[in-house]
Nanobody, 120 residues
Framework: QVQLVESGGGMVQMGGSLRLTCVASGGISGLYSAYTMSWYRQVLGKERELVASISSGAGSLTNYADSTKGRFTISRANALNSVYLQMNRLEADDTAVYYC?????????WGQGTQVTVSS
């Protein structure tokens, strides 16, 4: 059984920062470094959207949604089976449930989500 557990969400004022953490456990552990890890977010009534992703391997290429470039940073620590999302200069539109996602070929897993609320 694979588990992805997110933490670090909460309420923050506009312009503030939060750091999300996702820890993987279970059957993914031995192959964690091979997984592409991503953060998605979803607002009630809207489709889930990609926020940022980081590839497997030594290069760890990153990809960001246009709305988060320059403000968010994704990183990973393979030894800890973890992926992080540092979110700076948060805006009201960043309010959403943030989900951790792991993908390796046909294997795909989701976390349960963590709420981020940005107040004005």
């Amino acid at each position: 059984q694979v588990q992805l557990v997110e933490s670090g969400g909460g309420m923050v004022q506009m312009g503030g920062s939060l750091r999300l953490t996702c820890v993987a456990s279970g059957g993914i552990s031995g192959l964690y470094s091979a997984y592409t890890m991503s953060w998605y977010r979803q607002v009630l009534g809207k489709e889930r959207e990609l926020v940022a992703s980081i590839s497997s391997g030594a290069g760890s290429l990153t990809n960001y949604a246009d709305s988060t470039k320059g403000r968010f940073t994704i990183s990973r620590a393979n030894a800890l089976n973890s992926v992080y999302l540092q979110m700076n200069r948060l805006e009201a539109d960043d309010t959403a449930v943030y989900y951790c996602h792991a993908e390796l070929r046909a294997r795909t897993y989701w976390g349960q989500g963590t709420q981020v609320t940005v107040s004005s």
